[in-house]
């Protein structure tokens, strides 16, 4: 499929990337999806590919519902980007779809503070209260590497967790924020693909493609 402009009035998701298994953006396992596009530019962000508004996957919301319902396991999803909140309308439809047919928990990571969108919410955007509305844990705030405390489950100490319903209660102090950082490298058929939120050094050297070598060997058993 050709990327397209996300101003579009398909039924469509336009996406950087998912994982249908992970156990690193969240508690249990869980569904992972990766919208494309987000205006910010945060110096350090974990994922610049998923940045640019005009690249990307775009995904027929029916066959992503499926995608996901079919990984019968999974507890929840989390969306992460890119930023969820540029194309609020169509996301909420699918999570709407998936919850209709399962109850599955559903965390979000938006750059946006939650004030903001409530702001948004106020001056009348129905589209990101519907987003809201079918979000049960939401990480706010944009990445700022200064602020990078290597704590879990959030990139800086200025993101928030907040318990928007019921469905994950107490766990903003039981997994987030919590000392250390936990990721997965996942073997697709063409790439090697980093998920969950690493230390920052980690991530650099990630970026920088020496992860791999710089793993001491002497772990591996001969
Ligand atoms: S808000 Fe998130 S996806 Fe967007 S630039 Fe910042 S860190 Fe990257």
Not at 96 to 109: H, L, P, Q, S
Not at 194 to 216: D, H, N, T, Y
Request: charged residues 25%; glycine residues 8%; proline residues 5%.
């Amino acid at each position: 499929m050709n990327p397209k402009c996300i101003v579009s009035e398909s039924v469509s998701l336009q996406i950087y990337a998912f994982l249908p298994r992970t156990r690193a953006l969240g508690p249990y396992l869980r569904f992972a999806l990766w919208v494309q596009g987000c205006l910010r530019n945060c110096p350090g962000c974990m994922t610049p590919d998923a940045q640019a508004l005009d690249r990307g996957t775009v995904t027929d919301i029916e066959m992503l519902a499926e995608q996901v319902l079919s990984v019968r396991e999974a507890e929840g999803i989390t969306v992460s980007g890119g930023e969820p909140f540029l194309q609020a309308r169509n996301l909420a439809r699918l999570l709407d779809r998936i919850r209709k047919t399962r109850d599955m928990g559903v965390i979000v990571y938006t750059g946006f503070t939650l004030a903001e969108l409530q702001e948004k919410i106020r001056a009348g955007k129905e589209d990101v209260r519907n987003l809201l509305d079918q979000t049960d844990l939401l990480i706010d705030g944009p990445y700022i590497r200064e602020l990078d405390d290597g704590q879990s489950l959030r990139g800086a100490s200025n993101q928030k967790v907040h318990e928007l319903t019921e469905r994950y209660k107490g766990a903003a102090e039981k997994y987030y924020g919590r000392p250390g950082r936990n990721a997965e490298l996942h073997l697709l058929e063409n790439e090697v693909f980093l998920a969950g939120i690493p230390g920052a050094e980690s991530l650099s050297q990630w970026q920088r493609g020496k992860f791999i070598s710089s793993i001491p060997t002497e772990e591996f058993p001969p």
